[in-house]
């Protein structure tokens, strides 16, 4: 963190190191954005899209080795190995500095450093706080633009908050005089850098363009370097959607949502519900910041102002609301283009075209069998374009948190919904959750489960055991009947077969009207040894085509498969090592006597 009467000097500094051909102050205005196009569009690096169709949108194609979160080459340096935890990578901060500082050395050459004041959070608000993101990426400042309230309002703020987060961002691919450049400018991987200093409060990014590597408000602020500081101060950054539900009465509630990376956090927060009366709002989509008030209760904001969604596989049918956001002034990257260009993904409505440009800018037919959009294939939007905005998205109070969702993609022994037993146990569920590894993550590994806490495994940054500490002891400072409920939904259990059991979209809504109605105290539940599960007739399952038994088998408990699930989480709780909160020791200690109890009942 600098404060404010540093910024000149750092700006200075970091020129001068990186050498740019000049420097650029972004006001944040729309006329300075369609400019920024206006030359991407120029240079070609930028496609504008149909004017009909798609007013305002420009697509854009990475270079094939930059599509994803690079996970690798992704560091929190602190002071001490120890505090990044087994679950980070490390690199001691001075080394780490010398080599980045060597690969800043004359990386801007021939380009041109913006400057981007962004604020994380609304206006105003106690939470919210600035960063400064120097980058040479025009694409970058544009997307920016579109995540983040960024520009001239946010310098003015500055004189306010008086410090701000340094984020320096270089795509790492200098112009020589007379060089060409490319369409997209990257460096090789083992040169690509995402590095958190989390004692200073530093983002450094180098080599990437794409996504979270680049677009420093998001995964480097808003979440690792946030975590830090929510730690520090007792408040909590999370990565977690914020929805309101409105029941038929009238009453309205708000659940934040922890998923994995593309597990449909965005669908779930633009849910368009299956049961009559009911309606859903989006307050945010990815990340969201809690902090206790003296009323004991947690409130949470969203610090992002724009989206910056999967594309693959958003259609009408399975999110109309997020459809309806991209209609216009989105930003696409690696979709694929129609003959007229409009935009296409794996997963979009209609029928699949006899022609396109894929997201590698060749031809593409059916023939091909290839993917024609990249599965990471992404949409840059402003949230106020989404039709089910909630008209206090950006209260800078933010909004009391009745209850917090985690879950992920499992197949087996997770039933669809389960209630904790009390707030320690739902951070038990919340540190154990875990989810088929997909797309949105360069890895190896796709198709496997790996224990993602809270879906915070590639965002804390610090150790993993005091992550996890920092629940406990946020819950210590109220008590259970303030603090909001917490629920493991699990939307992708299988049969034997390995179908879907339950039909997920839309029809989520009526878990969320059965979690709406728990934290009213009116909806009846089993309690069991995992937690407390509804009765069969408390889920709203009238017109829903399940198979026979499916729900029943969505909420059936097999003990068996559980004490299993209990050998593997005991594993992976040996792997945070001895800063694993004693607390959650217990729980799960507590989860095996329940179900070894409830074994010997049932012999
Ligand atoms: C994201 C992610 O982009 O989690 O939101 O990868
Ligand atoms: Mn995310």
């Known amino acids: 963190m600098y404060k404010k009467e540093e910024l000149k000097d750092w700006v200075q500094e970091m020129a001068e190191l ?21 030359m991407l569009v120029e240079e070609k690096k930028a496609v504008p899209l149909n004017e009909v169709k798609r007013p305002g949108s420009f697509a854009f194609f990475s270079d094939p080795s930059d599509v994803a979160r690079i996970e690798d080459r992704t560091f929190i340096a602190s002071l001490h190995k120890e505090d990044a935890g087994p679950t980070n990578n490390w690199i001691d901060p ?24 962004f604020m994380m959070g609304p206006f105003g608000s106690p939470l919210s706080k600035i960063g400064i993101e120097l980058t040479d990426s025009a694409y970058v400042t ?7 309230r960024m520009g001239r309002d946010v310098l003015k703020e500055l004189e306010a908050k008086n410090e701000f987060i340094p984020c320096l961002h270089s795509v790492g691919y200098p112009l ?8 997209w400018p990257a460096a090789p991987l083992e040169d690509k850098y995402i590095s958190h200093f989390p004692e200073e409060r530093l983002i450094w990014s180098y080599g990437s363009g794409y996504g979270g590597n680049a677009l420093l408000g998001k995964k480097c602020l808003a979440l690792r370097i946030a975590s830090v500081i929510a730690r520090d101060e007792m408040w909590m950054a999370e990565h977690m959607l914020i929805l309101k539900v409105t029941s038929p009465q009238g009453l309205s509630k708000y659940m934040l949502a922890a998923f994995p990376s593309a597990c449909g956090k965005t669908n779930l927060a633009m849910l368009v519900p299956t049961i009559p009366g009911w309606t859903v709002e989006t307050i945010g989509d990815d990340i969201a910041w809690l902090w206790m008030k003296d009323d004991g209760r947690l409130y949470a904001i969203n610090p992002e102002a724009g989206f910056f969604g999967v594309a693959k596989g958003t259609s009408f049918r399975s999110n109309p609301n997020a459809m309806m956001s991209i209609r216009k002034n989105t930003i696409f990257t690696n979709v694929a283009l129609t003959d007229d260009h409009d935009v296409w993904w794996e997963g979009i409505d209609g029928p699949v075209p006899e022609h396109l440009m894929d997201w590698k800018k060749e031809d593409w037919t059916p023939s091909k069998n290839m993917p024609a959009a990249h599965p990471n294939c992404r949409f840059t939007v402003k949230a106020d374009q989404c039709p089910v905005i909630a008209p206090e998205w950006e209260n800078p109070e933010g909004v009391l948190v009745s209850a917090i969702l985690v879950g992920g993609r499992r197949p087996t022994t997770i039933p669809l919904i389960h209630e904790a037993l009390s707030w320690n146990h739902g951070v038990f569920m919340g540190s154990m959750m875990g989810s088929e590894i997909t797309a949105a993550i360069l890895s190896k590994n796709i198709g496997q489960v790996r224990r993602d806490p809270f879906a915070m495994l590639p965002f804390i940054g610090y150790h993993v055991g005091d992550y996890l500490k920092h629940w406990i002891d946020m819950g210590k400072r109220s008590n259970d009947a303030l603090l909001p409920k917490i629920y493991y939904v ?14 997920g979209f839309g029809h989520n809504s009526r878990v969320l009207k059965w979690i709406f109605e728990r934290t009213e105290g009116i909806a009846p539940a089993n309690l069991t040894p995992i937690g407390y599960l509804p009765t069969e007739e408390s889920i709203d399952v009238r017109g829903l085509p399940l198979k026979h038994g499916a729900l029943q088998e ?9 004490l299993d699930e209990v050998k593997s989480i005991e594993s992976y709780y040996q792997t945070i090592g001895n800063k694993l909160p004693k607390a959650l020791k217990m729980e799960l200690e507590k989860l095996t006597s329940r179900l070894h109890y409830e074994n010997l009942n049932q012999e």
């Open 142 to 148: 544009c997307n920016m633009k579109l995540m983040t």
């Open 554 to 562: 969505l909420l059936s408990i097999d003990t068996y498969a559980w």
């Open 490 to 503: 699990n939307w992708f259990r299988k049969d034997e077969a390995g179908d879907y059991l339950w039909p």
């Open 94 to 117: 001075v080394e780490l500095k010398e080599k980045m500082i060597k690969l800043y050395r004359g990386s801007m050459r021939g380009r041109t450093m913006y400057v981007i004041p």
């Open 18 to 38: 990186c050498e740019p051909k000049e420097i650029y102050w972004c006001d944040g205005t729309d006329e300075e954005y369609n400019n920024l196009m206006a």
């Open 176 to 183: 020589e005089e007379g060089q060409e450049d490319l369409l």
